[in-house]
């Protein structure tokens, strides 16, 4: 989602996806707070997170997530 949007809202259903900075993030199995981030979520200003989803991404990306899992494969 983050290649397209500046509006991210996620329960807390990851490792750490409550530590990247401009996502909008609840506890998970709760419709309110969700109701409710995605209500904050449309509210915001988040044109500021363009900038930082696609600094994130260039760090995170899916080929550099395949060559962790390569490495781990061939070093055993």
Not at 20 to 30: A, N, P, R, S
Not at 49 to 66: A, H, M, N, P, Y
């Amino acid at each position: 989602m983050m290649f397209q949007n500046s509006k991210i809202v996620s329960t807390k259903c990851a490792g750490g996806i409550d530590k990247i900075k401009g996502v909008f993030v609840c506890e998970t199995e709760d419709v309110n707070a969700l109701t409710h981030a995605m209500e904050k979520a449309l509210d915001s200003n988040t044109d500021y997170c363009r900038v930082l989803f696609d600094k994130l991404l260039e760090v995170k990306s899916i080929d550099g997530f395949v060559g962790k899992i390569d490495s781990v494969i061939y070093e055993k």
